[in-house]
């Protein structure tokens, strides 16, 4: 909990610290070793929100591909801690965060975990939705659109 609390106070502007914006340089990696801890312990909510909050941090450091992996994580963590409709949102998210790179099939991909995930959760209507997404993604990859 220090970790994130640490990471915070660095996104929040501090004149006696003379940062006047977010360092996400800085509170990126407090979160995702946070995100560790708290997996580790199976706190999976304030997992959840650290991987959410590293994702967030990589997404503005332009490392996309990592932001994925801590959104596919947070989405474990949610599965794991019975949150299916949190599940479902972190993985569309970390599919239209690849489509927005151009990496369509690896998002079909990352869905298609997703799917999975949900399948031995027995959340067939989840599942149906993901995996719409992901054809209707590769799909449209295919026919160029």
Request: net charge negative; glycine share 4%.
């Amino acid at each position: 909990r220090k970790l994130v609390k640490k990471a915070q106070k660095l996104l929040q502007p501090s004149m006696l610290a003379l940062r006047m914006k977010p360092d996400w340089d800085q509170a990126t990696p407090l979160f995702e070793e946070a995100a560790r801890v708290f997996a580790r312990c199976r706190l999976h909510n304030e997992a959840q929100f650290a991987f959410e909050k590293a994702s967030e941090g990589q997404q503005r450091l332009g490392s996309e591909l990592h932001a994925v992996k801590h959104l596919e994580s947070a989405a474990e963590c949610a599965c794991k801690d019975k949150r299916h409709e949190d599940a479902f949102n972190l993985y569309r998210s970390a599919y239209e965060t690849f489509a927005s790179i151009g990496k369509v099939a690896m998002g079909a991909a990352s869905l298609n975990r997703g799917a999975k995930l949900l399948l031995d959760e027995d959340k067939v209507d989840l599942v149906m939705q993901l995996y719409e997404i992901a054809l209707e993604a590769v799909e449209d990859e295919g026919t160029g659109a």
